[in-house]
């Protein structure tokens, strides 16, 4: 009988620098599932891959920095809000490899916060420069304008994509199934998988990952949409995962219905958080002793909380919540998360 070939091959031949440490635990939630009556929660624990305080970007970072390594670059630019744990993790990836990090952030009308806390507190003691704008996402005109100025003075600038979500990016994610696929006892040992989308390269990474991991159509990959309507990004989960698959020499899109997407949790407003990502984060600190943000993983798991209770999942099978970080940005949020009076 001839050997399968490994679906992983291409994969395994991409250029990619260790910076997270892996593989990052799954454990059980006992005390919550209880508290809600099941199903029976999982935690996959990507706040820990390290790069100063982690989160889901080290994981990209790992496939992004090396191409910008291959590529001759003595500097790294990216973007994000004021708030961005992409940009955190990307400076403080820059500093392991001894790159410069230039990071572009937005603000309202481009002034810098008079606190310098959560993220952007990180990002000023791991060194990077920060370039401040009142251009919103994908930040397209002020990362052009970086780019040149440092080419004009002799640098050698990467551009890591917002997000780090592009073909190159999402491969962390492709890996990050790999691995939660080892953790399990069976591929559908997990009824669920869910997570926090925002900028697609996850769930992409996800997608891409359980499909040469060969997890079957019946488990569902839901992301809880921070910001996105469901309609128009869903089509930009399917090119990002596509483009993805041909990077890996592959002719695949994930069908439609795979696809995941649920808008119905952030009707507030990127960043504004409510009772329900309140209730969240609560929840999860005192039944478990572990914390989510309020931008990201307290917006997923209040969604995936307002799901259970209304009957989405049996109590007995198993769902896999995948916390993605963030919780740098928790001080920031100091005033919207603990009554001041
Ligand atoms: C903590 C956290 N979780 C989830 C996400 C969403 O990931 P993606 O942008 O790949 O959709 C982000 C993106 O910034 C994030 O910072």
Redesign the pocket.
């Known amino acids: 009988m001839s050997a399968q070939p490994d679906p992983f091959a291409a994969f395994d031949r991409l250029p990619r620098v260790p910076l997270a440490l892996l593989p990052t635990p799954i454990q059980p939630l006992p005390r919550l599932s209880a508290h809600l009556g099941g199903p029976a929660l999982y935690i996959k624990r990507d706040d820990q891959t390290g790069l100063a305080t982690g989160?889901?970007?080290t994981r990209k970072l790992e496939f992004l920095l090396a191409a910008a390594l291959e590529s001759g670059a003595d500097c790294v630019i990216t973007a994000g809000s004021t708030q961005s744990?992409?940009a955190r993790q990307t400076a403080a990836g820059a500093a392991v490899l001894g790159l410069d990090a230039h990071l572009v952030l937005y603000a309202p009308g481009g002034q810098p916060p008079a606190e310098p806390d959560g993220n952007l507190l990180l990002c000023h003691l791991l060194g990077a420069t920060i370039h401040w704008t009142g251009e919103r996402a994908p930040y397209a005109a002020t990362l052009a304008r970086v780019e040149e100025s440092l080419r004009a003075v002799g640098r050698r600038p990467y551009v890591v994509p917002y997000?780090g979500?592009n073909a190159l990016g999402l491969m962390g994610y492709v890996a990050a199934m790999r691995e939660a696929a080892t953790q399990v006892e069976t591929p559908n040992w997990f009824a669920a998988h869910v997570f926090?989308?925002?900028?697609?390269?996850?769930?992409a990474g996800i997608l891409l990952g359980a499909h040469l991991a060969g997890i079957p159509a019946s488990v569902r990959l839901l992301g809880i949409s921070?910001d996105q309507p469901a309609a128009a990004f869903a089509p930009r989960v399917a090119t990002l995962a596509a483009d993805g698959a041909r990077l890996l020499g592959l002719d695949w899109t994930p069908p439609a219905e795979a696809i995941l997407v649920d808008d119905g949790y952030c009707a507030a407003g990127y960043a504004v958080v409510t009772e329900r990502e309140r209730e969240a984060i609560r929840l999860l600190a005192r039944f478990e002793g572990i914390l989510v943000?309020p931008v990201?993983?307290g917006r997923a798991l209040a969604g995936l909380l307002d799901l259970i209770r209304r009957g989405a999942f049996a109590r007995e099978q198993r769902v896999l919540f995948w916390h993605?970080?963030?919780t740098a940005a928790l001080n920031a949020f100091a005033r919207d998360l603990v009554p001041t009076s």
């Open positions: 989160g889901n970007k744990n992409h997000g979500s926090a989308t925002s900028s697609g390269g996850t769930q921070v943000d990201y993983t993605t970080g963030g």
